[in-house]
Structure formats: C-alpha cells, structure tokens
C-alpha cells in the first residue's frame, strides 16, 4: 500500500508548513524513502528547508495529478498544502472521483489537518470531513503553540466520529520557543541541521533536540497513518 500526506487546513497560520517540514525530516532521519510537494507559490516554506521537494501550481487542477503520478517512483508522498486551498483539493478530488482512484493506484489518503484554538482552524476539520468521510484516513495535530487549550475542537461532534467510525489519530506539535523558531527560518535550517550549527548555543540546542525527540516519538505511534505499507512497514 502507497500513501499519500496531504497537510490540509485551510486557515492560514495554524502550522501546517512547520508540521510538514519536521515530519519530512522525520523521514529522511528514519531512512524512509519518499518524494515531497510545495504547493505555495508565495513563501514555499517546504522548499526552502527542502530544496528538493517539488513544486504543485494549484492554478490549474490538473497540475494536482503529479501528486499521483509520482506514486510511479515513491511509496510515500508529502504535500504541504498552502492557506486558502483546501476547496482548491476538495473540488479536485469530487472531479478525479477520490475513492476509485485511490483504490485503481492501491495507494492510501492520510489527511494530516494541523489545529490550534482558533475557531476558523476548527471548522476546517468540520469542512474537510464533510467532503471526504470514508475515502480517507485522517491524523489531527494539535498545534500547541499558541495555546494548550483546544476546547473548541473536543466539542465538535464529528470528532466523535473522527475517533469512533473514520480511525483517526490525534497527536500533539510541541510549542518551540519563539526566538528558536526565529533562529531556523533566519538561517533555513531544519531541526536536524541546527543541532550542529556553531552559531547556536549549547543550551539552545538542547531545547531542540528535546523538542524534536517528542515530536518523533508522536510520529511513531501513527506510523500506520505516515507511512507506507500495512502497519507503517516501509521494509
């Protein structure tokens, strides 16, 4: 079984481009193979982290197709889906007919919605599942940066569904301290890289890499959601 991540929320600032670049790093610190995709023509967060993560024009649907195509030479596919796009995808997937594709290629959707405690971010998950039920899979990533509390998202009723019919997981995104977050974009540097570079403190460093062994270690408990292959067995 292939898989395809889509990193899918449609309001802006709730992490989604922070998410994909730490879980493609993940990827490359595990050995897993995979290809990547930058779908924001104005900032391209994950391509400038990753450099050789492709590029997806969401002016035009059909330019959405590389995103299956690449299924050809990789098991496993990351989209980082910029603001304002998820109509963009949903209206594709209504148009490509999502279930029969998926199961045509034998390749699984695990939609990846990154929320914090604002209620725009919440009704994503709302508007995403509405459109998509059964046909995918579905990993919810509690971005705390901003604020622990996501009480708004634990009173939807389709969470209830979420966890009970669809299988979905929940996980946390860790808050990294401001002036670290800072010090990576100032220098583009991923977590990994940054564990190594001079112009960093000890200690910071050290902030990092406890963040990042957390944040990994969430990513393995939904490997069967992140990964190819029965179970998250990439082997």
């Keep these: 079984m292939k898989r395809i991540v889509l990193v899918l929320n449609g ?3 709730v992490g989604k481009s922070f998410f994909a670049v730490n879980l493609v790093q993940y990827l490359k610190d595990s050995g897993v193979p995979h ?4 779908t924001d023509n104005e900032n391209s967060t994950l391509k400038r982290f990753h ?3 492709g590029f997806v024009d969401l002016a035009q649907s059909r330019h959405l197709d590389a995103i299956f195509d690449v299924r ?3 098991d496993l596919t990351v989209v980082d889906c910029r603001a304002a796009s998820s109509d963009l995808f949903l209206d594709y997937f209504r148009e490509v007919e999502l279930g029969s594709v998926l199961a045509e290629l034998g390749t699984g959707l695990t939609v990846a919605i990154p929320i914090n405690h604002d209620a725009d971010s919440v009704d994503q998950v709302q508007r995403i599942t509405d459109s998509l039920e059964g046909t995918s899979q579905y990993l919810v ?7 622990a509390s996501f009480a708004l998202y634990e009173s939807l009723a389709v969470r209830a569904r979420l966890l009970t019919e669809w299988g979905a997981r929940e996980i946390e995104l860790p808050r990294l301290q401001d002036w670290l977050v ?3 974009n100032g220098d583009n540097l991923t977590i990994t890289r940054a564990l190594t570079h001079p112009a960093l403190s000890l200690l910071d460093r050290q902030r990092m890499r406890g963040w990042q062994r957390r944040f990994y270690a969430s990513l ?4 069967d959601l992140i990964l190819p292959g029965k179970g998250g067995d990439h082997g």
């Design 182 to 184: 800072e010090a990576l």
């Design 51 to 53: 450099p050789e993560a």
């Design 35 to 38: 290809a990547a995709f930058d």
């Design 220 to 223: 393995e408990e939904v490997r």
């Design 72 to 74: 050809k030479t990789s």
């Design 141 to 147: 990533i509690r971005n705390a940066a901003h604020s």
């Design 11 to 13: 309001k802006g600032g």
